[in-house]
């Protein structure tokens, strides 16, 4: 399935005009099968379908700076991101305290 997705075959996603990301649509899902002669079964149509809209959600989600990473959804703690976020604050804290010190 994977294969399918890959770089030269269905892709993950498409993205209109305005750079705007949206999932792969079933008419592309069976008009690649059709191209390719890759016949799918039911099931497999709704898995790319399913990866696809994760893909998006998981892409959408990893914009936001201010939140964990997809990726690191179950371990935020490790998160290279969560820990820049941290350094900055501290740095910014760090700076004010000084400022008003001094």
């Known amino acids: 399935m994977l294969e399918m997705m890959a770089q030269e075959g269905l892709s993950w996603c498409q993205f209109d005009a305005m750079g705007n990301i949206k999932p792969v649509p079933w008419s592309e899902i069976a008009a690649f099968s059709q191209a ?23 892409y959408i989600a990893g914009r936001n700076p201010m939140t964990v990473s997809p990726a690191f959804k179950d371990n935020p703690d490790e998160d290279p991101g969560v820990a820049l976020e941290r350094q900055r604050v501290s740095n910014s804290l760090e700076t004010a305290l000084s400022a008003m010190a001094g």
Do not use: K
């Open 36 to 58: 390719s002669g890759v016949e799918l079964e039911p099931w497999e149509a709704r898995q790319l379908r399913e990866m696809s809209v994760s893909y998006v959600f998981g």
